[in-house]
Protein backbone atom coordinates (compact mmCIF):
# COMPACT_ATOMS: atom_id res chain seq x y z
CA UNK A 1 0.00 0.00 0.00
CA UNK A 2 1.28 3.04 -0.52
CA UNK A 3 2.86 5.80 2.21
CA UNK A 4 0.39 8.51 1.40
CA UNK A 5 -1.86 8.83 -1.67
CA UNK A 6 -1.94 12.47 -3.31
CA UNK A 7 -6.05 13.50 -3.97
CA UNK A 8 -6.65 16.69 -5.81
CA UNK A 9 -9.92 17.70 -7.24
CA UNK A 10 -9.44 19.12 -10.16
CA UNK A 11 -10.54 22.52 -11.81
CA UNK A 12 -13.54 22.92 -13.73
CA UNK A 13 -11.49 24.19 -16.49
CA UNK A 14 -9.22 20.90 -16.38
CA UNK A 15 -12.14 18.55 -16.03
CA UNK A 16 -13.74 20.62 -19.02
CA UNK A 17 -10.50 19.56 -20.87
CA UNK A 18 -10.31 16.05 -19.64
CA UNK A 19 -13.52 14.86 -20.70
CA UNK A 20 -13.46 16.41 -23.97
CA UNK A 21 -11.03 13.99 -24.38
CA UNK A 22 -13.10 10.68 -26.29
CA UNK A 23 -10.45 8.10 -24.53
CA UNK A 24 -11.35 9.89 -21.16
CA UNK A 25 -14.64 10.03 -21.62
CA UNK A 26 -15.36 6.21 -22.93
CA UNK A 27 -17.31 5.50 -19.30
CA UNK A 28 -19.41 8.68 -18.66
CA UNK A 29 -22.52 9.44 -16.48
CA UNK A 30 -25.52 8.78 -18.23
CA UNK A 31 -28.37 7.93 -15.37
CA UNK A 32 -29.11 8.66 -11.41
CA UNK A 33 -29.77 5.48 -9.79
CA UNK A 34 -31.37 7.62 -7.01
CA UNK A 35 -33.90 9.53 -9.22
CA UNK A 36 -33.96 8.30 -12.50
CA UNK A 37 -32.40 11.88 -13.92
CA UNK A 38 -30.90 11.63 -17.20
CA UNK A 39 -28.64 13.63 -19.59
CA UNK A 40 -26.49 16.17 -17.60
CA UNK A 41 -24.46 15.58 -14.79
CA UNK A 42 -21.96 17.90 -12.69
CA UNK A 43 -18.58 15.94 -13.11
CA UNK A 44 -15.95 15.66 -10.28
CA UNK A 45 -12.68 14.22 -11.29
CA UNK A 46 -10.00 13.53 -8.75
CA UNK A 47 -6.13 13.59 -10.07
CA UNK A 48 -4.95 10.32 -8.19
CA UNK A 49 -1.00 10.75 -7.06
CA UNK A 50 1.98 8.24 -5.63
CA UNK A 51 -0.34 4.98 -6.78
CA UNK A 52 1.70 2.80 -8.95
CA UNK A 53 0.12 1.15 -12.27
CA UNK A 54 0.33 -2.28 -10.27
CA UNK A 55 -1.25 -0.50 -7.27
CA UNK A 56 -3.88 0.80 -9.19
CA UNK A 57 -6.70 -1.99 -9.43
CA UNK A 58 -5.52 -3.77 -5.96
CA UNK A 59 -8.59 -3.40 -3.98
CA UNK A 60 -7.16 -2.26 -0.88
CA UNK A 61 -5.73 0.99 -2.56
CA UNK A 62 -9.15 1.30 -4.48
CA UNK A 63 -10.88 1.00 -1.07
CA UNK A 64 -8.66 3.75 0.75
CA UNK A 65 -9.22 6.03 -2.11
CA UNK A 66 -13.14 5.34 -1.59
CA UNK A 67 -12.56 6.22 2.05
CA UNK A 68 -10.90 9.60 1.38
CA UNK A 69 -13.11 10.20 -1.41
CA UNK A 70 -16.55 10.22 0.65
CA UNK A 71 -15.30 11.44 3.73
CA UNK A 72 -13.13 14.25 2.37
CA UNK A 73 -15.67 14.85 -0.51
CA UNK A 74 -18.72 13.50 -0.02
CA UNK A 75 -18.44 11.39 -3.18
CA UNK A 76 -19.69 7.76 -2.93
CA UNK A 77 -18.89 6.18 -6.04
CA UNK A 78 -16.66 6.78 -8.23
CA UNK A 79 -15.16 4.66 -11.34
CA UNK A 80 -10.88 4.56 -11.43
CA UNK A 81 -9.10 5.62 -14.86
CA UNK A 82 -5.87 5.64 -16.15
CA UNK A 83 -4.81 8.42 -18.56
CA UNK A 84 -1.72 8.25 -20.26
CA UNK A 85 0.75 7.75 -17.70
CA UNK A 86 -1.91 9.88 -14.99
CA UNK A 87 -4.38 7.88 -12.53
CA UNK A 88 -8.21 9.64 -12.28
CA UNK A 89 -10.89 8.89 -10.35
CA UNK A 90 -14.34 10.02 -11.80
CA UNK A 91 -17.90 11.05 -10.07
CA UNK A 92 -20.54 12.73 -11.53
CA UNK A 93 -23.33 14.25 -9.59
CA UNK A 94 -26.97 14.52 -9.97
CA UNK A 95 -28.13 18.10 -10.84
CA UNK A 96 -31.69 17.03 -9.53
CA UNK A 97 -31.25 15.24 -6.20
CA UNK A 98 -27.55 15.68 -5.24
CA UNK A 99 -27.11 11.99 -5.66
CA UNK A 100 -23.98 10.21 -6.57
CA UNK A 101 -25.00 7.28 -7.05
CA UNK A 102 -24.64 7.99 -10.97
CA UNK A 103 -25.35 4.86 -13.28
CA UNK A 104 -21.85 5.40 -15.97
CA UNK A 105 -22.59 3.46 -19.63
CA UNK A 106 -19.60 2.38 -21.32
CA UNK A 107 -19.66 3.44 -25.77
CA UNK A 108 -18.99 0.23 -27.47
CA UNK A 109 -16.98 1.50 -29.84
CA UNK A 110 -15.37 -0.67 -32.47
CA UNK A 111 -12.19 1.06 -31.53
CA UNK A 112 -12.44 0.39 -27.55
CA UNK A 113 -13.18 -3.56 -28.25
CA UNK A 114 -10.48 -3.63 -30.75
CA UNK A 115 -7.92 -2.28 -28.08
CA UNK A 116 -9.42 -4.21 -25.00
CA UNK A 117 -9.09 -7.30 -27.24
CA UNK A 118 -5.69 -6.99 -28.02
CA UNK A 119 -4.69 -6.89 -24.27
CA UNK A 120 -6.60 -9.14 -22.71
CA UNK A 121 -6.36 -11.85 -25.73
CA UNK A 122 -10.00 -12.56 -25.28
CA UNK A 123 -12.53 -12.91 -28.00
CA UNK A 124 -14.45 -9.84 -29.22
CA UNK A 125 -17.54 -11.47 -27.53
CA UNK A 126 -16.24 -12.43 -24.71
CA UNK A 127 -14.91 -8.65 -24.17
CA UNK A 128 -18.30 -7.06 -25.22
CA UNK A 129 -20.03 -9.16 -22.17
CA UNK A 130 -17.32 -8.73 -19.73
CA UNK A 131 -17.60 -5.06 -20.19
CA UNK A 132 -21.15 -4.82 -19.97
CA UNK A 133 -21.77 -7.04 -17.23
CA UNK A 134 -19.43 -4.48 -15.26
CA UNK A 135 -21.63 -1.30 -16.60
CA UNK A 136 -24.84 -3.53 -15.28
CA UNK A 137 -23.15 -3.86 -11.99
CA UNK A 138 -22.95 -0.59 -11.59
CA UNK A 139 -20.37 1.85 -9.84
CA UNK A 140 -21.65 0.61 -6.43
CA UNK A 141 -18.68 -1.86 -6.92
CA UNK A 142 -15.85 -2.27 -4.55
CA UNK A 143 -13.42 -2.39 -7.79
CA UNK A 144 -13.64 -2.23 -11.18
CA UNK A 145 -10.33 -3.26 -12.84
CA UNK A 146 -11.05 -4.16 -16.36
CA UNK A 147 -12.05 -0.67 -16.69
CA UNK A 148 -9.27 0.78 -16.07
CA UNK A 149 -8.23 0.82 -19.58
CA UNK A 150 -5.16 0.25 -21.00
CA UNK A 151 -3.52 3.13 -22.46
CA UNK A 152 -2.49 2.93 -26.49
CA UNK A 153 0.87 3.69 -25.79
CA UNK A 154 1.45 0.82 -23.77
CA UNK A 155 -0.15 -1.91 -25.94
CA UNK A 156 1.87 -4.58 -26.99
CA UNK A 157 3.34 -3.90 -30.60
CA UNK A 158 1.77 -5.87 -33.83
CA UNK A 159 4.42 -8.91 -34.35
ZN1 LIG B 1 -30.89 12.11 -9.04
Known sequence: MPQAIQLRLLT???TAALTRRAKFNTLRPTTCQQCGHIGGFARQIFWIGSVSRTERSS???QGLLRYH???R???DYVFFKSHGTAFY???ACCPQ???TRIEFDLEFTDALLAEVTKVTGLPLD???RKLQHHVERGAALPHLPDLTL???????TEP
Open 12 to 14: NQE
Open 59 to 61: EET
Open 69 to 71: LRH
Open 73 to 75: YGV
Open 89 to 91: ADS
Open 97 to 99: CGS
Open 126 to 128: AVR
Open 150 to 156: PERDQLP
